[in-house]
T-cell receptor, first 114, second 115 residues
Framework: AQSVTQPDIHITVSEGASLELRCNYS??????LFWYVQSPGQGLQLLLKYFSGDTLVQGIKGFEAEFKRSQSSFNLRKPSVHWSDAAEYFC????????????FGIGTKLQVIP | EAGVAQSPRYKIIEKRQSVAFWCNPI?????LYWYQQILGQGPKLLIQFQNNGVVDDSQLPKDRFSAERLKGVDSTLKIQPAKLEDSAVYLCASSLDRGQGSPLHFGNGTRLTVT
């Protein structure tokens, strides 16, 4: 069965500082991997995805993530955080083929302080 | 393009009452999903439609939850009777189809509180 672990429930960073959100997955083969962001009262928005190819993927809003097969990880990074990045971030894993049948992690809530 | 529309935004009911949520997907999107997001957890897929047919309802508690998408466009999700543990945000999402190139577009959700 596929599963996702986001070990950090809550992270606080200063505006302008770098950010790394951790995600570890469990899946029998090479999965499809996703990061979504959810602002308060909003639905989820896709930040980026990994299907195959280059293991460093670029997303929207200046985010990137790196797929590391040996570590079963797909960590999300941003070099300089903005106050508007405060939100909840969900990592998700799914079988190859598309966006369906994904399993979401429990989320990491990001707080940005001035 | 207009996004996925959901209503109501909030609903408070007592346990054992019934409730219904409505979703209007993005025009032309064949695939529609309902997710349940309990506080402190990630979204969990309840049911997936392809046009007006059910593709996956393996995690839908069928003794109390039902969903329909009669004309292959908008959809309703019903809970009858509600339990305290049904308190959650119910998210609707749609995609153009089930293929690799069809990302999900989420609505803003309906927050249900069961007292």
């Amino acid at each position: 069965a596929q599963s996702v672990t986001q070990p950090d429930i809550h992270i606080t960073v200063s505006e302008g500082a770098s950010l790394e959100l951790r995600c570890n997955y469990s899946y029998g083969a090479t999965p499809y991997l996703f990061w979504y962001v959810q602002s308060p009262g909003q639905g989820l928005q896709l930040l980026l995805k990994y299907f195959s190819g280059d293991t460093l993927v670029q997303g929207i809003k200046g985010f990137e993530a790196e797929f590391k097969r040996s570590q079963s990880s797909f960590n999300l990074r941003k070099p300089s955080v903005h106050w508007s990045d405060a939100a909840e971030y969900f990592c998700a894993v799914g079988p190859p083929g598309g966006y369906q049948k994904v399993t979401f992690g429990i989320g990491t809530k990001l707080q940005v302080i001035p | 393009e207009a996004g996925v529309a959901q209503s109501p935004r909030y609903k408070i009911i007592e346990k054992r009452q019934s409730v219904a949520f409505w979703c209007n997907p993005i025009s032309g999107h064949a695939t529609l999903y309902w997710y349940q997001q309990i506080l402190g957890q990630g979204p969990k897929l309840l049911i997936q439609f392809q046009n007006n047919g059910v593709v996956d309802d393996s995690q839908l508690p069928k003794d109390r939850f039902s969903a329909e998408r009669l004309k292959g466009v908008d959809s309703t999700l019903k809970i009858q009777p509600a339990k305290l543990e049904d308190s959650a945000v119910y998210l609707c999402a749609s995609s153009l189809d089930r293929g690799q190139g069809s990302p999900l577009h989420f609505g803003n959700g309906t927050r249900l509180t069961v007292t």
